[in-house]
């Protein structure tokens, strides 16, 4: 490694605890954050976003269907995102949703997480996983 990074190193893990309990708090949240956006994986490829959108909209209001399609193929890329009107209508549809065959091939639906261009998505991990410790040279 280089000298320069390896004393930069050195001078950060001088001041910060060496397993960095304080950024993990401070950068991912201690319960997952829900929101009224889904992801929906495991798409067949005859699924349009009408499709989709009947399927979902027993569940509330849905506010947008996305479905992301291969740009050479044409074909979807198996998955896209279902927006509802309410957090409630979203919670309930995942709920009942996930695992649940839509046109032959099962379901599977989880929160979607916000993109941030620039930013690395920071995802929280369960107790006991592992954690984060300070740079070695």
Known sequence: ?????????????????????????????????????????????????????????????????????????????GFGFVSFAKEDDAISAKDAMDGKALLGRPLRISYALEKVRGAPVVVSRLPGTGSVTSLKD
């Open 1 to 77: 490694m280089d000298r320069t990074l390896v004393a930069l190193a050195r001078k950060a893990s001088a001041r910060r605890p060496a397993t960095f309990d304080w950024w993990r708090g401070f950068c991912t949240p201690s319960s997952p954050s829900l929101n009224s956006k889904l992801f929906v994986g495991g798409l067949s490829w005859s699924v349009d976003e009408k499709s989709l959108l009947d399927a979902f909209s027993s569940f509330g209001e849905v506010s947008e269907v996305k479905i992301l399609y291969d740009k050479d193929s044409g074909r979807t890329r």
